[in-house]
């Protein structure tokens, strides 16, 4: 079975113009919508306690949180979880210092009348610690990018390097943006997905520009832009192959995974999407706006660089 | 002579491969078998003597309650019921039948059999999120440990001054340093002699002059501050284990995090008040003069105790003794305890004591010499009792002799605890006496706590997303590139028998919810390198190359493209680790595990199928 035709050749670089502005548009939509709404961050990263229960007949809200307010937790926000048999509560971090961890304890104690439920999940973070996985997530994402300029930068030159890295925080920013967007919330898995994304959108770029280096060595006679476009086109089959497979399981765990996992698996999705087109478009399209040629990546040219893979 | 043919394996990498597959798809094994209901018995000084065994099973059969199987090994006796009521029953006649030293704990043991364990096998550990318990992070509170410490020092600096005949001074504390201000220069350089030499090693001493005049600043010096925070750590974790031990938990999980907190984790606890309750309270030591005129037993049995006595009971032995009414000395008098040898090279406890306890110390041992001296350990400890058929916990005050001694000589600043049984029993009596000293007010910064129904229901869901992934990617590739895309599965399972396996096998490993999520993305990811491979071959043939040629060619100039692939996908995991917390960290544990393991089955695996199919042919259709 073949979903492509053998000797495939699509203009990719010639509507690389028209790619760009979607881009351009998408990321100034995804920068606009962080600015105005802002993440909705989970308590992860803001501090809090959430309670999730679990009661054994379905059950309405406002009971719920008419309990709630009675118990002088007034700022508590409540919201059905996956089923209506689930109930979500939110607190902010508490105001008095003593309160802070036993405000579950309050919580569970306050529901006890509502019905006959169970305790399905408690998750409390301080607010330092919350400050502290802000900090470490973001920390995080920039040494993840530093590593993989230098490796890039050793392995391939110094333009595949930035090219790597444009597609790469241009997926961040997308994916990010798509949170922001949508309101979706943005927690501790997602953030590991976003890293995901970042290790998997960079696996189809490494994987093009594997081949435009080895164009450049053996293709003579061409300019660069003919060169990038056969090598997207020679490699656009396994592009799609490895997406549509990654796709299929995310799709799995998307469906059948549960509510915990679903930011997760929606970041990724959407993640492996624009990774995807990041690799042809905006990697490539930055090798070119940084006039890489074929001089560039000749092992003749310079004896002592060793960053030359393929000797054959 | 004909050249050795492109596409055939040595017989030595096929064992190899075939070597590593059933070696690690043995240790994935354990996982197969269901959990049973146990329970798990253990001592808390680290070692389960011989005798446990025999007055459990006693106890048991008194019961008419039958273990179905009976497992010895790290200093814990294991033992397995059919079912979770035969389980319950067993806890209470276990807990009734052993001293409170032994801990007996509810637990869930895995039923794979005997040869399986013998080989050291054992199933992967899971998480928290998936079998259920609580996750704590405690902060210690360091500014009161450091606060405290100087407030010794300042005490300890006063009566030391005293001692050496200086008049006229006068010792202020000021957040961490001490000030001591003398009439005059000459009485200031005395004082920081006598000050020198005792604490010199602990204090930094600097003099300032000023319009406050003759100034002495004192400051603990950073090595001492490191280790005073240190042993507040260490001490705080000892008396979370202890209190952790009570509740009966099995595997508790207590260990420093970072400089300043602990994580303490009790998979299957559920009262997550009375946890929070129990990690709060503090703990703190005594010593006493043992009544020596009157005899504990007589006491004991009569009830009558003679004035100006308590009667208490030895930790070890039970037996009773009587302790004079008036305390010696506190807790909060002990700066530091630390194990040691004493002169005869035997197991000691060095206790070092801040000024005020030193003065009033030695004031009473040398009133003492030639009597005994006990030391109470007083924690709060939990106890579980039946009200109206429901259990329930109350937190009780217990008060234990842990240590008799006679007193050799007039004891001052620093003395020794002798009569130990073994340096380990030293090193826990100076972790007991720290505990007791230094216990630093922890706050619980971070709590996760997942129920059990939760936790089963992320397995189930977790696995049902594995079968549903993989079985999507095997049929797509099967369709897609037929016996090259077969092969490809058959490397996939095995990729998936291998992260199983390897999970069992490496000790610290946890699978986690995003653990799960993590296989379930390295099976869409662990094909790449195939498809990789296949295009590639499909390439080779479109331009004219012969079958054997083209797999060998597609093969090898994949192979560079797949390593740079996959080690960037390995940094960004990597980072995950370092950077990621609980959870999160298992996502990158088995995302970095899947891909290592898929490099060794894409490439190595597939193309021992592809060769030993094809090898041989002269010139094959290839079905890719």
Redesign the interface.
């Known amino acids: 079975?073949?979903?492509l035709k053998?000797?495939l050749n699509i203009d990719f670089m010639g509507k690389r113009k028209l790619a760009l502005t979607a881009s351009g548009v998408l990321i100034v939509i995804s920068i606009v919508a962080m600015a105005a709404r802002g993440l909705n961050l989970g308590i992860d990263f803001t501090g809090g306690t959430l309670v999730?229960v679990?009661y054994s007949d379905s059950v309405q809200l406002e009971p719920v949180r008419e309990a709630l307010l009675a118990s002088g937790l007034d700022d508590a926000i409540v919201q059905h979880f996956g089923t209506s048999r689930d109930v979500l509560i939110r607190l902010p971090v508490a105001e008095s210092d003593r309160d802070?961890?036993?405000l579950?304890?309050r919580v569970?104690r306050a529901l006890e009348p509502t019905g006959s439920l169970?305790?399905?999940?408690?998750?409390?973070?301080?607010p330092?610690?919350g400050g502290e996985?802000r900090d470490?997530?973001g920390?995080?994402m920039l040494?993840?990018l530093i590593?993989?300029l230098v490796?890039?930068a050793l392995?391939f030159e110094w333009r595949f390097s930035l090219g790597s890295v444009a597609a790469l925080v241009h997926d961040v920013v997308l994916v990010v943006g798509f949170f922001a967007l949508t309101q979706t919330e943005f927690d501790?898995?997602v953030?590991?997905a976003l890293?995901?994304v970042?290790?998997?959108s960079?696996?189809?770029t490494?994987?093009v520009f594997?081949?435009i280096r080895e164009n450049f060595r053996c293709i003579r006679k061409s300019t660069s832009e003919k060169v990038i476009n056969t090598s997207i086109n020679?490699?656009f089959?396994?592009t799609l192959?490895?997406s549509?497979?990654?796709?299929?399981?995310?799709i799995?765990?998307f469906?059948?995974?549960?509510e915990?996992?679903h930011a997760?698996?929606i970041a990724?999705i959407v993640g492996v999407l624009v990774g995807t087109y990041s690799s042809i478009y905006v990697a490539s399209t930055s090798l070119l706006a940084l006039n890489v040629s074929k001089e560039d990546l000749m092992p003749v040219e310079s004896a002592n660089r060793s960053d030359d893979?393929?000797q054959v | 002579m004909a050249a050795a043919p492109l596409n055939q394996y040595p017989l030595w990498k096929h064992l190899f491969i075939l070597a590593v597959i059933v070696i690690i798809g043995l240790y994935s094994l354990p996982n197969l078998y269901p959990s049973m209901p146990a329970i798990q018995v253990s001592h808390d000084s680290g070692v389960l003597d011989a005798a446990t065994p025999p007055v459990l099973r006693r106890a048991l059969q008194e019961k008419g309650i039958q273990a179905q199987s009976e497992d010895h090994g790290d200093n814990r006796l294991l033992l397995r019921f059919t079912d979770t009521e035969q389980q319950l029953q067993a806890f209470e006649a276990g807990k009734q039948a052993l001293d409170g030293r032994h801990v007996v704990a509810l637990n869930l043991a895995n039923s794979m059999p005997g040869w399986l364990r013998s080989i050291g096998a054992s199933p992967m550990n899971l998480g928290l999120?998936l079998r259920g318990g609580v996750h704590f992070?405690l902060?210690v509170d360091m500014k009161a440990a450091s606060a405290k410490a100087i407030n010794n020092y300042a005490a300890a600096v006063r009566v030391e001054l005293r001692e050496a005949k200086l008049r006229r001074f006068s010792v202020t504390q000021t957040g961490d340093e001490v000030k001591i201000r003398f009439r005059d220069a000459a009485s200031r350089d005395a004082g920081h002699e006598v000050l020198n030499k005792e604490y010199g090693t602990e204090l930094d001493f600097a003099e300032v002059d000023g319009n406050e005049g003759f100034l002495l600043v004192a400051t603990i010096n950073e090595e001492t501050m490191r280790e005073t925070q240190s042993l507040a750590i260490q001490q705080n974790i000892q008396t979370l284990r202890n209190r952790v031990n009570e509740l009966g938990v099995a595997e508790p999980v207590i260990q420093q995090q970072g400089a300043e907190r602990i994580v303490v984790q009790l998979p299957g606890v559920?009262d997550?008040?009375q946890a929070?309750e129990i990690l709060g309270a503090t703990a703190t030591v005594e010593f006493r003069m043992v009544n020596e005129q009157a005899d504990p037993f007589e006491a004991a049995e009569t009830g009558r105790i003679p004035t100006g006595s308590i009667l208490y009971y030895e930790r070890d032995s039970k037996s009773p003794i009587l302790l004079k009414r008036d305390v010696m000395l506190t807790g909060d008098s002990i700066i530091n305890a630390n194990s040691g040898f004493d002169e005869n090279g035997l197991p000691a406890v060095i206790i070092t004591l801040d000024g005020k306890g030193a003065a009033r110390f030695s004031k009473v041992t040398a009133e003492n010499i030639k009597k005994l001296m006990a030391v109470v350990f007083i924690d709060n400890k939990t106890v579980i009792f039946n009200q109206d058929g429901e259990q329930r916990r109350r937190t009780v005050k217990s008060e234990e002799v842990v240590s008799v001694a006679r007193i050799q000589e007039q004891l001052g600043k620093r003395f020794q605890i002798e009569g130990l049984d073994s340096t380990h029993e030293a090193l826990k009596l100076a972790l007991l006496l720290r505990a007791g000293a230094l216990a630093a007010p922890v706050?619980?910064?971070?709590?996760?706590?997942?129920?059990p129904?939760?936790g089963q229901?992320?397995i189930d869901?977790?696995k049902?997303?594995i079968i549903?992934?993989?079985i999507?990617?095997m049929i797509?590739?099967a369709?897609?590139y037929?016996l090259f895309g077969i092969a490809a599965d058959l490397a996939l399972a095995v990729n998936l028998v291998l992260i199983i396996g390897i999970m069992s096998l490496i000790p610290g490993a946890t699978l986690t919810?995003?653990g799960?999520?993590?296989i379930?993305?390295t099976?869409?990811?662990a094909?790449?390198a195939n498809?990789?491979i296949f295009?590639r071959i499909r390439?080779e043939l479109?331009n004219g190359n012969s079958p054997q040629a083209s797999i060998h060619a597609g093969y090898s100039?994949a192979l560079?493209?797949i390593a740079?692939?996959?080690?960037?996908?390995?940094?960004?995991?990597i980072?995950?680790f370092?950077?990621?917390?609980g959870?999160?960290k298992g996502?990158?544990v088995t995302?970095s595990i899947g891909i290592v393991c898929s490099m060794f089955t894409a490439i190595m695996g597939t193309r021992a199928l592809v060769n030993l199919y094809y090898g041989s042919q002269k010139s094959p259709r290839l079905a890719v």
Request: glycine share 10%.
């Open positions: 079975m073949q979903l053998d000797k999730e679990g802070k961890a036993s579950s304890n569970i169970e305790v399905r999940r408690v998750e409390f973070v301080g330092q610690v996985l470490k997530g920390l995080a040494y993840a590593g993989i490796y890039v392995r501790l898995t953030l590991a890293l995901a970042i290790g998997y960079l696996n189809d490494i994987v594997d081949r020679q490699t089959s396994r192959m490895t549509i497979t990654t796709l299929l399981v995310l799995a765990l469906l059948f995974g549960g915990v996992i997760f698996s990724l893979g393929s | 999120d992070l902060q559920q997550t008040a929070k706050e619980i910064v971070e709590e996760r706590t997942v129920g129904s939760l229901q992320n869901l977790g049902k997303s549903i992934g993989f999507l990617v797509f590739m369709l897609y037929r919810l995003p799960i999520a993590g379930v993305l099976v869409g990811m094909v790449d498809v990789l295009e390439e479109r100039k560079s493209t740079d692939a996959n080690v960037t996908t390995l940094i960004a995991a980072v995950l370092v950077f990621g917390t959870p999160i996502f990158a995302l």
